[in-house]
């Protein structure tokens, strides 16, 4: 693995002198990926690759700024996400933020689902969801995101992200019972 990494800087370094094949490997190696990451947020293939595409320019641009303190992968990630994010929002998706002293949330930390519940399924049913309800649960159960980092991705208060959470989680649950039950489990 020792190999891969020092290959991975290697292809880094060269970037950061502007070498356009090092750049194409790199883009080679993570596009695919990213593609995917991108497709999650807008579900719009076309769009996705415009984003993915940008956010390797971006990447390519900013690559001095990377220091090593992450995989190189999760900060090129972190740069696509926000990019989709940021199309999103051109494209006058309003998250609605609500007022912190009126809300007073409970933290659920139940996601059992039926035993014949896929993961697929779950994903099918998340991409169902509202794009506010989505983003969140999105940004939380598949890339791993924190309700303070989700709140300043999205520009909505960690109470709005955690509320959003909490009812795309019952949406969610509320549509694999409808789907189970149509197809007979």
Not at 94 to 114: P, T
Not at 128 to 152: A, C, F, P, W
Request: glycine share 4%; net charge positive; proline share 1%.
């Amino acid at each position: 693995m020792r190999s891969t990494k020092q290959l991975h800087q290697k292809l880094i370094n060269e970037c950061k002198k502007q070498n356009a094949k090092a750049q194409m490997q790199l883009y080679n190696t993570y596009a695919k990926g990213m593609l995917l990451v991108a497709n999650r947020y807008v579900k719009d293939s076309f769009l996705a690759e415009d984003i993915m595409q940008d956010a390797f320019v971006k990447a390519f641009k900013k690559i001095n700024t990377y220091k090593g303190e992450v995989a190189f992968g999760a900060w090129l990630k972190r740069i696509v996400i926000n990019q989709s994010i940021d199309e999103m929002k051109k494209k006058k998706l309003v998250m609605v933020s609500i007022n912190d002293e009126v809300l007073n949330v409970v933290e659920d930390n139940d996601w059992e689902v039926a035993n014949d519940v896929t993961p697929k399924m779950v994903i099918d049913a998340i991409d169902k969801q509202k794009d506010k309800y989505r983003l969140v649960l999105t940004l939380y159960l598949i890339e791993g995101y924190d309700h303070n980092e989700i709140s300043q991705i999205l520009g909505i208060t960690t109470v709005t992200s955690r509320t959003h959470l909490m009812r795309g989680k019952k949406l969610v649950k509320e549509y694999l019972k409808v789907i189970s039950h149509a197809e007979g489990y």
